[in-house]
């Protein structure tokens, strides 16, 4: 009788599900209203932006790199659509020229990572700065959208109802959209495969014809694609752009990624992770405002944990599939 | 009819020639092992036909027709393809991947077929005679499977000639009696193997031809069954058998020794070396010799604390060790100068006088310090005495030539005042000059009281300085000669079995 | 010999752009250099401007351009030039009567200014640059900060009602307290962090990341989310006071380097730290302790994050706990990597990493003067970042002489 081996791989990713729904239970069973649908619609719109650019940086961190630009492209995206709609530009040709520009702006920086064998690490973090600063060249301060009649429709009459009041907004529908995109690409393309080759061994990779210099450049190309639109998503989700939000935002996005079961030093983990890991920040989130009596900051203390202890959980399954490998 | 054929292959690497006009070529449907100690240039002449690097002169001809390869893509475009040794896959991809990247097979839509993909990666292997799961990651079988995973892939673009660079290292018998099996059916399909080892059993009991080099140059193609074993030693050595018998046997030996340093009984690491006894005395030279790859420096990596062992126990002047880290061994006033100074021995970006004085510093801790001028003089001293080519002390260390480097290592070591040094590989890539220096210093070492450990391919080094020889081959101790009975002959007869 | 020529060579890059940035803040900038000496006129009390309780998101907050330069904590780039949410206005303060000083006189000006303000970057560029040069990176070194000043502000308020072990002291003695606290925390959190990395074998980037993740709202649980506010003169002193002429902050960035320097010149620490930074292998084999080195760098870099948080949260009289620090860590990074010290590890330079910090901080107070946003100061920071990398990167400079040769072979043609 062959015996069923649960496949390590997906140990980490199943962790995650897990702590997601132990997570969910906790609040079910201290909250009265915790089980409710508004409460799970909620965690999607609220943490949607935060999704879209959590999986533009999951495929980063897969090539082995990293994205530090995500926060800023997304405060630099939000506050360039509300400005060029305040001056009386059509909302989308705005949301348009943001997403070119993001894209853009994220091959440059693959473009500067590959070709001259940059740090990743300090590419992005010029990046942040650079995009930060633009953001504060289009306005110093927030503007509101109000009154746009391509935003008016977007978010009252691009919504699916389910009746009882249960609405999935446009901005979940995109979130989806793009998360479905992401897990077909990574997982039935070439280039997606090529990816997770290159963040598992780049020199085997190269040996093996796959094209690295390419597919890295892409990669980061599509992480500011997301980043930008995940601006778009905010300026959407907020009514309003203001080019001193998400700040940090790219740590949190890093640690949705993490807690997703990816490796940081790639190769390894699901963009399917990812949903998780957003929704598990989310849902902590989400507990602490129910419980008045938590204060806010234990997010970042619990978050923080559960960054640790993923990531000696991946240590362990490491070492452990190294020991089963030579001791055969 | 050839499949592969070179012409005159030459390579230059900045004033010195690697490879000096080597012909060499393999027939399609045989296994052809080459062979060569360190410096031979077998890496060299490998890398040249699989496109890593071009050839300074001379031409490389693949299917009668000649190539200029630029990558080993363009080499595995071609038909060629290599297992290299740490078997460079992607471990956390499952096999049918790792067999199929870069090709997936494609659904209408254009996305991959995922159940086609396991299909054409199991006719791969099956290809090889080997059924397995190819879902799982490629990480959790062991390096044999791996292997042949390998080389399933390789068979999957078409590969026409295949080279195995080493591949029986991490094997033990079962996965090499596989291996083998895999290789001869392959071999009966019409393919060309170039097969690089150094056991010297396995290259009789599976090649049909076998090709020596020698320090950049070719000694000869032969037929395996033609050729004995001991004219084979003799030919990668560089004698022919006839001078060995010539030669006289020795040098008077010495043989009037102090107390035992060290000693180890039963020492071993499974998959490395199998248990050995070793013992040495003040003022003994003991030899390690053996072809490369048959455990010498395993030994002294364990020796050393670098690597742990699984068996046997050690001393240290009497007392009971267990060298666990270099540090402890360091301590313990043990000294190693390993094979590979770029990855194990040189600090390439500190200045000679630091590398010198580095060891040194490390056994007496932090806060003990040399000032300067000691640094410096100690520098100066070594400097002269090892005869080391440099302006000053303070050049940094990768600027020099790698014969020089070795010297600073030596002097690093030899300023550690050691009771046990252990050498591996001291005189590889040094001139003619150094290496008297090398062994004259060793010498007086000896007559010093220290205790040396001298590991070298080059046997007629070992027979002419050691006062006792440990032979070793296929990671197994097989004989031992001291004093009179130290020959060139005697121990080549050893090593070939 | 070549010894003294090596020696200086990695500041020449560096001091060279400083040197053209003060040329151009000479020409275009007014009174940049007025320096005058200042009497401490007894009489003037120290104005603290005022400030919410509650601490505000990370990102928004109660400074103002007005009252920037009382409260300058100039290298937050995202943190500025929003009003407060209840649209309060922050007292603006006079320039005279920075807090205390000894013997009564001072030196008042901008480069003096940027000297204070650029005291935090430089104390965490000193631990920074020994964890660089083992081939590591601590990300969490703002957090620390955060965290320090928190359990400073924390205690001191305690010691300040009479709640605290040691308020007996009397407040002009009791602020060592809250001092020791900070460091010893700071310092376990540098022992964490090396723990992590030397001990557990994880990446320094991923290790240093839980920290930084969770350190705020460990600073934020400390104080209960408020934004703690103190006057003890003691604590002022730290950032604000003045001794022979030059801000005390000044002296405990000399001090700082002075330690660093004995630690790593005088003993085989330094030597050791760029052995294992560029050949770890290799250094093992020596006989060196590689795990121990490394774990130590990790501590001496949180003892300097407890430094400059003490630093950061004396300059504004407070502890904010989102705020604090914030970025802080990206501008030590780059105060090492223009100081000459590679990300990759190996040689590593002190007095490279100070120059760093110092071109930063004139970056920054060059663009304030020129009333540029404090946010938009970021763009040619990124662009100094970018640069200095390129330059670094041998692959860059091996296609830039390319360029060249071609160019002069076309030239020699001829």
Known sequence: MKKFKFPMRYVPISATILVFFIVYLIGIISFENFGSPKVFIDLFVDNAYLGIAAIGTALVILTGGIDLSVGSIIAFTSILIAKMIATGSNALVAIALALVIGILFGMLQGWLIHCFSLPPFLVTLAGMFFIRGCGFIVSEESIGIKNDPVFNFIQNDLTIRLGKGMNIRFIVIVYIIVLIAAIFFSQRTRSGRSIYAIGDNELAATLMGIPVGRTKIMTYTIAGFCSALAGVVYAVYLKAGNPLNCVGLEMDAIAAVVIGGTLLTGGVGYVFGSLFGVLVLGLIQTLIVFDGRINSWWTRIIVGLLVLAFIFMQNLITKISKAKSKSQ | MDLLQTKGIEKQFLGVKALKGVDFAVKAGEIHALMGENG????????????????????????????????????????????????????????????????????????????????????????????????????????????????????????????????????????????????????????????????????????DRITILRDGQLVGSYEAKDLPRIEMVAKMIGKTPDEINQMQAGIVKNTKFGDTVYEAKNIGRVGTISPVDISIREGEQLGLAGLLGSGRSEIAQIIFGVDPHDSGTMTMCGKSVNFNSPQKAVKAKVALIAEDRKVTGIIPDLTIRENIMLALQASKGIWKTMTLKQQEEMAEKYIKLLRIKTPSGEQL????????????????????????????????????????????????????????????????????????????????????????????????????? | MNKSSNKFRHLVWPLVSLALLLLFNAIFTDNFFKIEVKKQDSAQAVQTPSVPTESPQPGTSWITPENYETVSDSTETAAQTVKDSAGQQAVPEKKDGKGVSIFGYYLYGTPIDILNQGSKVMVLAIGMTLVIATGGIDISVGAVMAIAGAIAALLISMLDAGNCIGAGMGPSVYWIIPVIAALVLATLAGFWNGMLVAGFGIQPMVATLVLMVAGRGVAQLITDGQIITFDNPGLVFLCNGHALFLPFSVWIVIAMYVIACLLTRKTAFGLFIESVGNNERASRYAGIEARRIKWLTYVICGFCAGVAGLLAASNIKCADSNNAGLYLELDAILATVIGGTSMAGGRFFLSGSLVGAILIQTLTTTMYMKNVSPAIVAVPKAMVVIIVCLLQSPVFRAKVLSIFASKAAKGGVQ
């Open chain 2, 40 to 207: 031979a240039g077998k890496s060299t002449l490998i890398k040249i036909i699989t496109g890593v690097y071009p050839a300074s002169a001379g031409s490389v001809y693949f299917n009668g027709k000649e190539c200029k390869f630029r990558s080993p893509l363009d080499a595995e475009h071609a038909g060629i393809s290599t297992v290299y040794q740490e078997v460079n896959l992607l471990p956390d991809l499952s096999v049918a991947e790792n067999i199929c990247i870069g090709r997936e097979p494609r659904t209408k839509l254009g996305f991959i077929d995922k159940k086609e993909r396991k299909v054409q990666a199991r006719k791969a292997l099956a290809r090889l005679d080997i059924d397995i799961n190819v879902g799982e990651n490629l990480s959790s079988y062991s390096i044999a499977i791996q292997q042949l995973v390998a080389i399933a892939r390789a068979l999957d673009v078409d590969c026409k000639l295949l080279i195995l660079d080493e591949p029986t290292s991490s094997l033990d018998e079962n996965e090499v009696k596989e291996l083998f099996k895999v290789m001869k059916k392959l071999r009966e399909e019409g393919m060309a193997i170039i097969f690089i080892t150094h056991f010297l059993d396995q290259v009789y009991e599976v090649s």
């Open chain 2, 397 to 497: 260390i990768k600027h020099l030539s790698g014969g020089n480097q070795q010297k600073v290592l030596i002097a690093r070591w030899l300023a550690t005042n050691p009771k046990l040094l252990i050498l591996d590989e001291p005189t590889r890539g040094i001139d003619v000059g150094a290496k008297a220096e090398i062994e004259a210093l060793t010498q007086q070492l000896c007559g010093e009281g220290m205790a040396v450990i001298f590991i070298s391919s080059e046997l007629e080094e070992v027979v002419r300085d050691c006062d006792r020889v440990i032979v070793l081959r296929d990671r197994k101790k097989v004989g031992e000669v001291a004093g009179a009975d130290i020959s060139l002959k005697n121990v080549m007869k050893l090593i070939a079995g």
